[in-house]
């Protein structure tokens, strides 16, 4: 099997595996002394033997048959005998605070004409609003229980007993009228609570089947910003690759509750692994025959495909960060494949890893673009390492597991989002503090959940799931793991990124 095709899955260190390409680097190794870089890695690499050795002694000496012993090395715990990622469980805390809201249908004021525009708008809001863990949304059918016949929008109308006896502690009322010709549609947001309007302001808007949805994202996102003082990302677009005709693949992109399906123009191929480029231009990796190569499809442009690489080897794996334009990507001249840095045109080709011996893979920027945080095969197995921007200061970031992938850096610098196999050969969802080292399970017990991708505000994260079947879909949760949503049916959905 030719390693370039490991992306064919959607996770390229599946078949990294496979290859047989991860061999643990020679014990004689020599790394050449005028490598930074290697000199870290070879340091961190006797460490770890240097701990293994002395877990292991401790093991001897205090344990008699099966047992578990706690030591510590370097102030870290090590649990002895047992897989590290069995011991790390969903834990999501304390019981989960949300706001009772209720969303009760739009009010006609006048001639019902637009009543399926209104039926729209509240399905969004309240969809959005669920999925976004702030809010619990009171079930619609309990509003029958409130004599809101003569109910208004005034505060002096609302039924505020009503709206408290069903548990609501806020409450959203949408009007529509016609004026000029188009249905004009008001909000209010009350404090049941208080039974007084809350001092939130949305200005009203005329609707139709064209904008209701996106009107919808807003004013969801507006709420969001008014409780937590930063507003929603509800309405942006989600990349991802799907499955094509025969074995081909193409790029798709959604709304975040998976509406707006939009399919780019993009000739057939095997197109896997996509990721937004500048002005939304969509990078991807295109695998052929001769070799794989990332390409920038731009819709503006003419033509609107251009190939950014040309390796001997093979290219995969882009990922664009806006503040220095540059673009971070696996390229391998022969069989193993290491991180290079170019510009968004594919100029200034710069090589950051030099490792002979092992396979480095999947790079993801941080958010100020100063490192970069990539796979590497260099201890045996695949886990994840940070490197400075300019190839300096590598260090390894992950030593729990033996098979971490598919790293995903946090927009607020703190966490990396990453793919772990454990024990039961599971695939599941995990977050590292870049810091501390700490390391946190999202998803447990639900088929396999692979490839995470931030959203923009860092609130959640969507990923792939077979919980549903064999071939997966996308969800999206909170960056606790908590509000585990399906926003798409379709099956076949792989590699997600969020714009």
């Known amino acids: 099997m030719n390693i370039r095709h490991v992306v064919m899955t959607g996770s390229v260190w599946a078949l990294l595996c496979a290859t047989q390409a991860f061999a643990a680097p020679p014990k004689d190794k020599d790394v050449a002394a005028d490598s930074a870089a290697k000199n870290a890695i070879k340091a ?3 460490t770890e033997k240097a701990r293994r050795a002395l877990s292991n002694q401790e093991k001897s000496e205090k344990c008699e048959g099966d ?8 102030d870290e715990a090590v649990i002895l005998g047992v897989d590290p990622l069995s011991l790390i469980t969903v834990t999501p805390g304390g019981p989960p605070v949300r706001i009772p809201i209720a969303v009760p249908d739009s009010i006609a004021l006048g001639a019902d004409t637009s009543r399926e525009v209104a039926q729209t708008l509240i399905s969004v809001i309240r969809n959005d609003l669920a999925m976004s863990g702030l809010f619990e949304i009171m079930p619609p059918e309990t509003y029958a229980l409130i004599p809101t016949a003569k109910e208004g929008i005034a505060p002096s109308t609302i039924q505020f007993d009503g709206w408290y006896n069903v548990g609501a502690s806020v409450l959203v009322k949408t009007h529509y ?3 000029n ?3 004009t549609f008001g909000f209010s947001v009350f404090n049941v609570d208080a039974a007084s309007a809350l001092p939130f302001k949305f200005e009203s808007r005329k609707l139709s089947a064209n904008n209701v949805r996106s009107v919808a994202h807003e004013f969801a996102n507006k709420l969001i910003g008014f409780y937590t003082g930063t507003d929603g990302v509800f309405g942006t677009r989600i990349l991802f690759a799907a499955q094509g005709r025969s074995n081909y693949r193409k790029i798709q992109s959604f709304d975040t509750d998976g509406f707006g399906l939009h399919t780019y123009a993009i000739p057939e191929a095997i197109n896997v692994m996509p990721e937004w480029g500048p002005r939304s231009t969509v990078l991807f990796t295109q695998l052929s025959s001769k070799s794989d190569n990332i390409y920038v499809y731009d819709s503006s442009a003419d033509p609107a495909l251009k190939q950014l690489t040309d390796f001997e080897g093979w ?26 840095v170019m510009n968004a045109d594919g100029s200034d080709l710069t090589q950051i890893t ?8 999947s790079p993801t920027w941080s958010p100020d673009c100063s490192q970069i945080a990539f796979v590497s095969s260099y201890s045996g197995k695949p886990q994840i390492y940070v490197i400075q921007a300019d190839g300096t200061g590598m260090r390894r970031l992950t030593w729990v597991g033996n098979y971490n992938t598919t790293p995903d850096w946090s927009p607020k610098g703190d966490l990396i989002a990453f793919t772990a196999r454990d024990e039961r050969n599971v695939f599941d969802i995990f977050t590292i503090n870049v810091k501390s ?27 792939e799931s077979t919980r549903d079947g064999k071939q997966p879909r996308l969800y999206l949760m909170n960056a606790d793991g908590r509000w585990q949503t399906r926003i798409s049916a379709t099956p076949g959905l792989r590699t997600p990124t969020w714009h």
């Open 177 to 179: 009228s016609q004026e």
């Open 437 to 463: 080292g700490e390391v946190t399970r999202l998803t447990q017990d639900q088929g396999h959940n692979r490839e995470p991708s931030w959203s923009p505000d860092g609130r959640y994260i969507v990923f």
């Open 315 to 340: 290219a995969s794996g882009a990922d664009y960060c806006a503040k220095n334009g540059k673009i971070a990507f696996t390229g391998a001249r022969d069989q193993n494949g290491n991180i290079y």
């Open 354 to 361: 030099d490792m002979p011996d092992s396979i480095q893979t």
């Open 67 to 74: 047992c578990a012993v706690q030591t510590h090395f370097n």
């Open 181 to 183: 010709g188009g249905d």
């Open 44 to 46: 961190l690499a006797e």
